[in-house]
């Protein structure tokens, strides 16, 4: 049951602590710690192993893996004795990587992008690819008309139309190429009509979007609580602070804007109105791949008194995120596996900004994944 994971972004502090950390855990060296998949509740032989999974992709920058390795171990981001320990092994990863295609129309890139994930496929053997985008966030597009249905997109593409977003046209490729996708950031993906319809017609699921790791996972926890005591919130309004490649691409307005859209859907969702307040987003070089976040949320209670809370939160945004990339890439394999098609709704615990009409609230998105990975069969 092997499964290849092909990551958009592979060089990046996300994707090589993502492969570092499955090296790690097939070797031995390392816990599951913040592996949803392996919480007892979880576990099923339907679902790929850590070890079943073989990693590739592309990124536009050309750093070895080894050396964007030791540069986390240096940060603190991974355990250096693990880089030092596995060297050998993230070079053979090194072999799977492929430059982003520059030049052309996008239908020709497309179609490079499709061939190497197909080649990558053949040449290791996996019964199945999952292409996981962990690039940097994109600003929302322009609406076009090549994004409505799967006929005037090809028309557009091969008419030398640049319609999509990369992350568009990511998904466009790994369904060409008959692998499904995961969008693990606030960008488009296969959200498009277009691409919907072009990942049911070739009988492949897809999920996203956002990874939720931090202030909006705590988010998730506590407006259900406000909610459920009839707890009426007046305001919340949160300061994020990061580091990093991801912290200043955020610094441009319109991934800024996608982000912090994003991270505040949870609340407007779960409470049933919008509060006032909003999250702001801003790059502090020095912080690296870690972060910060703090929280004001006002409420008003009984007699109408009002009261407030204050929480914060510091975290590493790889080492949070990485275990959900492997969560994601062996249950959405599973999926493929098990035959499902189009959007993965079930997935919505691991995201901000999940697809479909689906709770946002922690406990009940728990609840639709338990019951997703029990319907997967063994």
Not at 163 to 183: C, E, I, K, Q, R
Not at 197 to 220: F, I, M, N, Q, W
Request: contains cysteine; glycine residues 12%.
């Amino acid at each position: 049951m092997s499964t290849g994971v092909w990551l958009v972004g592979a060089r990046g502090s996300v994707a090589t602590t993502s492969v570092l950390g499955a090296l790690a855990l097939r070797a031995g060296l390392a816990a599951p710690t913040g592996c949803v998949t392996e919480h007892p509740e979880l576990r099923s032989a339907a679902v790929p192993q850590v070890g079943d999974l073989v990693f590739g992709g592309h990124d536009i920058v050309a750093t070895p893996l080894l050396k964007k390795a030791e540069a986390l171990g240096e940060a603190g981001v991974v355990p250096a004795r693990l880089v030092a320990a596995l060297g050998e092994e993230l070079a053979a990863v090194e072999e799977h990587l492929r430059p982003v295609p520059v030049g052309g129309t996008q239908a020709e890139i497309a179609a490079t992008v499709a061939a190497d994930i197909a080649a990558f496929r053949d040449r290791t053997g996996v019964d199945r690819v999952v292409v996981v985008n962990v690039s940097t966030t994109e600003s929302l597009p322009a609406p076009h008309p090549a994004h409505s249905d799967v006929d005037t997109l090809r028309a557009a593409l091969a008419g030398g139309e640049d319609p999509l977003p990369y992350s568009s046209l990511s998904a466009y490729a790994a369904f060409t190429a008959g692998a499904s996708y995961v969008d693990f950031t606030p960008s488009t993906g296969a959200r498009l009509p277009a691409l919907d319809a072009l990942a049911r017609d070739a009988g492949v699921p897809y999920a996203g979007h956002d990874g939720k790791t931090g202030e909006t996972l705590v988010k998730s926890v506590l407006a259900p609580m406000f909610a459920q005591r009839n707890l009426a919130v007046r305001s919340w309004s949160g300061l994020n602070l990061l580091g990093g490649g991801d912290g200043a691409n955020l610094a441009a307005p319109g991934p800024n804007a996608a982000k912090s859209a994003s991270k505040q859907r949870v609340l407007a969702e779960t409470l049933g109105y919008e509060p006032q307040g909003n999250t702001r987003i801003e790059y502090v070089d020095d912080l690296g791949d870690f972060k910060t976040a703090w929280d004001l949320v006002s409420f008003t209670g009984f007699l109408g008194v009002r009261m407030r809370m204050e929480f914060s939160w510091h975290g590493c945004d790889s080492a949070l995120a990485a275990p959900l990339v492997l969560d994601l890439a062996r249950l959405v394999g599973a999926a493929h596996r098990a035959g499902r098609v189009g959007p993965l709704p079930e997935l919505a615990f691991f995201f901000k900004d999940p697809i479909g009409d689906v709770p946002h609230g922690l406990s009940e998105q728990w609840h639709l994944l338990r019951e997703f990975v029990a319907g997967l069969g063994a």
